[in-house]
């Protein structure tokens, strides 16, 4: 795409010799300032302007106090056009944000010259200006759709939205707290969290805060609006961004309520599991396929049947469950368990075992 170029000239001879010398590049044209900024409001993507100081109407010096009073303009690079004996203007042109002077008459060459380097600083720029819009594109695109909850300088205290502008707060965020970004500012990270699970995070974000640890990695819970109870797993890292603003900190969230249920659901189980085996009369036990009888769990009434405890049996520690069956017994139920258990039918036998006293049962 052709550079565009805005050349402001009183002189018609001047313009043509200036439109001829640049002729690779696209020029626009005007007389004066006042036409100068007509047509930079009727183009938005002109990159360089050369611009004469000494102009009807409206002067050069006018138009770069325009320029540099507009966040629209300011960026536009600007040559300003002066003769031999104005070096106070071509100073006073360069503090109101010219980057370079030509002076007239102009040699050919020199001004080409001149106007191809700033050519490539501008190809340059835009191409630098593209590649960080892409980089930008993609941070946006994971931060956005990242299936994690993502918050950058979210605070601990409430804050104001002024107070929180820098925050960034993603949707999975949001949705796991059910808080929207503007709420989450004004509330604080501390006072969405349970107070049990708060008072277990502070000590170790004080020591964040003192520098003493660069993160640290955490489950608790956060409470939504509703009251309902969303457990979290947190990452917590300390960041440096430029701002220097104190609460620079990035944190992960990812939801694992449903693991948090499952969980409570099989200690649950488990403690049922072990209140009804203990009530059992005898032994109950869940063992390997193999001819050892291999125990993986074996409950406490093995104590009172056996007279050893269920960690010497656990694994064959200190003897297997098929050295307590009395000899004689061994094959004929080993047998007897194959048939059945290969049918996957019940398994029923009555034998004898040896105590660790040595009476049989």
Same mark, same amino acid.
């Given at each position: 795409m052709l550079i565009k170029i805005l050349v402001v000239e009183d002189s018609a001879m001047d313009m043509l010799i200036i439109k001829n010398m640049l002729s690779e590049y696209d020029i626009l044209t005007a007389r004066d300032g006042v036409e100068a900024m007509r047509v930079l409001? !009727?183009? /938005? /993507?002109? /990159? *360089?302007?050369? *611009?004469?100081? +000494?102009?009807? +109407?409206?002067? &050069?010096?006018?138009?770069?106090?325009?320029?540099?009073?507009?966040?629209? #303009? %300011?960026?536009? %690079?600007? $040559? $300003? *056009?002066?003769? #031999? /004996? !104005? *070096?106070d203007n071509e100073i006073k042109g360069l503090k109101l944000g010219a980057v370079d002077y030509i002076r007239k008459p102009v040699n050919m060459d020199s001004f080409k010259a001149r106007i191809a380097v700033h050519a490539e600083l501008i190809e340059a720029q835009k191409a630098l200006r593209q590649k960080l819009h892409e980089q930008w594109l993609t941070l946006d695109l994971i931060f956005y759709q990242a299936p994690i909850g993502i918050a950058i300088c979210y605070n601990k205290e409430p804050a104001t939205i002024e107070a &929180?502008? #820098?925050? %960034?707060? +993603?949707?999975?965020? !949001?949705?796991?707290? &059910?808080?929207?970004?503007?709420?989450?500012?004004r509330l604080g990270w501390a006072a969405i969290t349970h107070p049990d699970d708060l008072k277990e995070e502070l000590p170790v974000y004080e020591k964040l805060q003192s520098g003493e640890i660069s993160g640290y990695n955490i489950d608790k819970r956060l409470i939504r609006p509703d009251g309902s109870v969303a457990w979290v797993n947190l990452i917590m890292s300390r960041l440096s961004l430029y701002n220097n603003q104190q609460g620079n900190y990035i944190c992960l969230i990812q939801d694992i309520t449903e693991r948090k249920t499952m969980e409570k659901a099989l200690i649950e189980s488990e403690r049922s599991k072990s209140v009804l085996l203990s009530h059992l009369p005898g032994l109950a036990y869940r063992c390997k396929y193999d001819r050892e009888w291999t125990m993986q769990y074996i409950s406490d009434g093995c104590l009172e049947l056996t007279g050893y405890s269920p960690e010497s049996l656990l694994n064959s520690k200190d003897l297997s469950y098929n050295d307590l069956i009395v000899p004689e017994y061994r094959e004929a139920l080993w047998k007897e368990w194959e048939r059945l258990l290969s049918r996957r039918m019940p398994f029923k036998y009555e034998y004898e075992i040896i105590t660790a006293e040595g009476a049989r049962k």
């Open positions: 409001e !009727e183009h /938005d /993507d002109i /990159d *360089l302007i050369i *611009l004469d100081l +000494n102009m009807p +109407n409206m002067d &050069g010096f006018q138009v770069l106090e325009r320029l540099k009073s507009s966040p629209r #303009y %300011r960026e536009i %690079r600007t $040559i $300003i *056009l002066t003769i #031999y /004996d !104005e *070096l &929180g502008r #820098y925050c %960034r707060i +993603n949707p999975m965020f !949001e949705r796991i707290t &059910g808080r929207k970004k503007e709420e989450l500012i």
